[in-house]
């Protein structure tokens, strides 16, 4: 079982940026998948980027893309969102996630969320 822990949030003005910060328990580098999500009140939880580890392939949501890099340092094993170009609909609690070693992007591991709010 892997535990992960989120930090890096906080309160940013629009146009700001914000990295978010994700320190597994385990290895996460032989992992599937890895990604963020991110759930606003009300909202139903959505992906923000992911990456497919085998493949070495990073995915973002249309929303986002252009103003967030998501990586994967593999010597540390942690995971970061790095957003940039901040805009108020980016307001939202964010999950890191992670899938186990096998053949199927199926995220697993959950962090307990980090806020971000932007005004």
């Known amino acids: 079982h892997v535990q992960l822990v989120e930090s890096g949030g906080g309160s940013a003005q629009a146009g700001g940026s914000l990295v978010l910060s994700c320190a597994p328990s385990?290895?996460?580098?032989?992992?599937?998948?890895v990604g963020w999500f991110r759930q606003a009140p009300g909202a139903e939880r959505e992906g923000v980027a992911s990456i497919y580890n085998r493949i070495r392939t990073a995915y973002y949501d249309p929303s986002v893309k252009g103003r967030v890099t998501i990586s994967l340092d593999r010597d540390n094993n942690k995971l970061y969102l790095e957003m940039n170009n901040l805009k108020p609909e980016d307001t939202a609690k964010y999950y890191c996630?992670?899938?186990?070693?096998?053949?199927?992007?199926?995220?697993?591991?959950w962090g307990q969320g980090t806020q971000v709010t932007v005004s």
């Open positions: 385990g290895s996460i580098a032989d992992a599937y998948c």
């Open positions: 996630a992670a899938s186990n070693n096998g053949d199927r992007c199926d995220f697993v591991y």
